[in-house]
């Protein structure tokens, strides 16, 4: 999977995504936080195992945060 993430916020943000088995706040330690200094921001991740993944994001500026969710089903190959 290759995302690039848009943002609508001013740089610099500090993002922080993980792929979690259900859809819920990005708790602290739960991801590595990322400097981003543009609106965009590619990912890739590598999927080993079919299944139900939720695709978790925080991005936050020193103005205002948003967390986002989405739903991602991997088939067997």
């Known amino acids: 999977m290759t995302v690039t993430l848009n943002f609508l916020g001013s740089p610099p943000l500090t993002v ?7 859809c819920l706040p990005l708790e602290e330690g739960e991801c590595q936080p990322v400097s981003v200094t543009s609106t965009a921001y590619n990912l890739t991740h590598t999927f080993r195992d079919p299944g139900d993944y939720c695709f978790s994001i925080r991005a936050e500026n020193v103005i205002s945060k948003t967390h986002q969710y989405h739903r991602i089903q991997v088939w067997p190959s």
């Open 16 to 22: 922080c995504w993980r792929l979690k088995p259900e």
